[in-house]
């Protein structure tokens, strides 16, 4: 009996330092905990098996004290054979893709602690097993029956999680809502919508729905545009000013190569998608405005206007063309339509082929430097040069101008304007609008803001500018003066 007791204080002992050591290591010392979990399980084993407590075999009998820890010792050694079997597969046995999964560990854990907890009852307490398990089987079946819905959900959970068609931290399409993953557990998983709110989808539902994973694969998330256009409108015009779209907007990749595709016609319309990609999940939706915008450019641009919802579409006269132009340029917005037309009326029309050299930086020439230019129709690039390299600034479509500052301050732009598309340039002279600006002063007053703005953009993007000579004149040297007075003040200020 005293070496019962022993036994007994012995394996307590084990079990209680295997518990210590086990919270003492700490999650940093995995290896280490899991290796004194073996040495402690395989002492308690050989103390075990020395002793006349063998947990293949009821406890000894003696005192009812000494009966009930004997008892309680062979329980714990089960107990610990449950823990380092878990721990065992948790770690090293299963594969890779099963350990990374928290519900197929957490199952398997179940269905080893159930195993450990029957086998105990037979061998130690000598419960009768079979009437046990028959039991058992019956209250499964009538427990199986009051939650068959959240069955449901934890198998088809398993299943999603075994199949990995998402993780936590995707964005996808589950049926016909789209969101985050932010959870996935037994019962459901998680979604955080584009509006900020959780949605939670039962794993029954998610398994049964088609599945449309936007993060894989990475780096590559495509971008839809949907335009309705009039039928009457040349096909071909249209996926030109399309594909012209995709060229200017810096932001879509470009492999894979955008496309452009009729989808369905009406007796009202034919619809068009534009298909493009970009390589952050989080720029999606500026990458879909900016191809709105440029799409509504360069369609108008070619003579294309999109198909209102109501009604029938109403083209503008190709003759106002130049004025909307002309109204795009933040610093003559402040002129009316009539002095607007006026100007147009001098706009000079330059044609360029793709890869020809619009504006080069090393050119004297003071007319084009001191000019107006707004692009009518197709892409430009801006690049300067850099620390020895060529470096693209900028990419402009019609409506775009350059040279601002240069009109009525007389900046020299230090970038070159290269044509990547046929491209048509207007040219408005700084001659043409210093007349209607001396008619009109405070035109010009309110002008100054507006340039001053534009000047510090210009210098953001191509550095401090050369003034080039201009003509000489009373009203000329005042904004002049006026001009750079304010520009000084901006950098004051910064």
Same mark, same amino acid.
């Given at each position: =009996?005293?070496?019962?007791?022993?036994?007994?204080?012995?394996?307590? &002992?084990?079990?209680?330092? /295997?518990?210590?050591?086990?919270?003492?290591?700490?999650?940093r010392f995995e290896r280490t905990r899991l290796l004194a979990r073996f040495a402690a399980f395989f002492t308690l084993t050989a103390v075990l098996m020395n002793s006349e407590l063998n947990p293949l075999e009821p406890a000894p009998q003696g005192t009812r004290p000494v009966h009930f820890f004997a008892q309680l010792v062979e329980l714990l050694w089960w107990l610990h054979l449950a823990i380092v079997a878990s721990a065992t597969l948790a770690s090293r046995a299963l594969p890779r893709a099963w350990i990374r999964d928290q519900l197929i560990r957490d199952i398997i854990r179940a269905v080893i602690f159930v195993g450990a907890a029957v086998a105990a009852f037979a061998h130690v307490l000598e419960l009768p097993v079979r009437g046990l398990l028959a039991t058992s089987g019956a209250v499964a079946v009538v427990l199986g029956l009051a939650v068959q819905s959240t069955l449901s959900d934890v198998f088809s959970g398993v299943v999603l999680n075994a199949t990995e068609p998402f993780g936590v931290g995707d964005w996808v399409f589950?049926?016909?809502?789209?969101?985050?993953?932010?959870?996935?557990?037994?019962?459901?998983?998680?979604?955080?919508?584009?509006?900020?709110?959780?949605?939670?989808?039962?794993?029954?539902?998610?398994?049964?729905?088609?599945?449309?994973?936007?993060?894989?694969?990475?780096?590559?998330?495509?971008?839809?545009?949907?335009?309705?256009?009039?039928?009457?409108?040349?096909?071909?015009?249209?996926?030109?000013?399309?594909?012209?779209?995709?060229?200017?907007?810096?932001?879509?990749?470009?492999?894979?190569?955008?496309?452009?595709?009729?989808?369905?016609?009406?007796? +009202?319309?034919?619809?068009?998608?534009?298909?493009?990609?970009?390589?952050?999940?989080?720029?999606?939706? +500026?990458?879909?405005?900016?191809?709105? /915008?440029?799409?509504?450019?360069?369609?108008?641009?070619?003579?294309?206007?999109?198909?209102?919802?109501?009604?029938?579409?109403?083209?503008?006269?190709?003759?106002?063309?130049?004025?909307?132009?002309?109204?795009?340029?933040? =610093?003559? /917005?402040?002129?009316?339509?009539?002095?607007?037309?006026?100007?147009?009326?001098?706009?000079?029309?330059?044609?360029?082929?793709?890869?020809?050299?619009?504006?080069?930086?090393?050119?004297?020439?003071?007319?084009?430097?001191?000019?107006?230019? %707004?692009?009518?129709?197709?892409?430009?690039?801006?690049?300067?040069?850099?620390?020895?390299?060529?470096?693209?600034?900028?990419?402009?479509?019609?409506?775009?101008? %350059?040279?601002?500052?240069?009109?009525?301050?007389?900046?020299?732009?230090?970038?070159?304007?290269?044509?990547?598309?046929?491209?048509?340039?207007?040219?408005?002279?700084?001659? &043409?609008?210093?007349? %209607?600006?001396?008619?009109?002063?405070?035109?010009?007053?309110?002008?100054?803001?507006?340039?001053?703005?534009? =000047?510090?953009?210009?210098?953001?993007?191509?550095?401090?500018? &050369?003034?080039?000579?201009?003509?000489?004149?009373?009203?000329?040297?005042?904004?002049?003066?006026?001009?750079?007075?304010?520009?000084?003040?901006?950098?004051?200020?910064?």
């Open positions: =009996m005293g070496h019962l007791k022993t036994d007994i204080a012995l394996g307590l &002992t084990l079990f209680i330092l /295997d518990f210590i050591a086990w919270r003492v290591l700490g999650n589950i049926g016909e809502i789209e969101g985050e993953v932010v959870e996935s557990n037994w019962r459901a998983t998680t979604l955080m919508n584009p509006h900020g709110n959780i949605v939670v989808i039962p794993n029954s539902v998610a398994a049964k729905a088609s599945i449309v994973n936007q993060s894989r694969p990475a780096r590559i998330h495509g971008v839809s545009l949907l335009l309705e256009i009039a039928p009457q409108e040349h096909a071909g015009k249209i996926v030109e000013a399309l594909r012209h779209t995709t060229i200017g907007a810096t932001c879509i990749l470009e492999h894979p190569e955008p496309r452009v595709k009729a989808l369905r016609a009406t007796p +009202h319309s034919i619809q068009y998608e534009l298909v493009a990609f970009v390589d952050d999940l989080s720029t999606r939706n +500026h990458a879909r405005n900016v191809l709105f /915008d440029l799409a509504q450019r360069h369609l108008e641009a070619a003579g294309i206007r999109l198909r209102p919802l109501v009604g029938e579409v109403t083209l503008a006269s190709e003759a106002d063309f130049p004025v909307r132009l002309l109204r795009r340029v933040e =610093m003559l /917005d402040a002129l009316g339509d009539a002095k607007l037309a006026e100007l147009a009326q001098s706009l000079e029309a330059r044609e360029f082929q793709a890869g020809q050299i619009i504006l080069d930086c090393a050119g004297e020439c003071v007319e084009l430097h001191q000019a107006l230019q %707004i692009v009518a129709r197709g892409v430009t690039s801006v690049t300067a040069t850099r620390a020895g390299k060529e470096v693209e600034l900028r990419r402009m479509s019609p409506g775009d101008a %350059i040279g601002q500052s240069g009109i009525l301050v007389g900046a020299k732009i230090d970038g070159t304007v290269r044509a990547l598309t046929s491209v048509t340039m207007l040219l408005l002279s700084k001659e &043409t609008l210093t007349p %209607i600006l001396q008619q009109h002063p405070e035109i010009a007053r309110r002008m100054c803001g507006a340039l001053a703005r534009q =000047m510090e953009i210009d210098e953001s993007i191509f550095g401090r500018q &050369t003034v080039m000579p201009g003509p000489t004149g009373d009203f000329t040297d005042w904004l002049l003066e006026r001009l750079q007075l304010l520009h000084e003040f901006i950098i004051r200020e910064r």
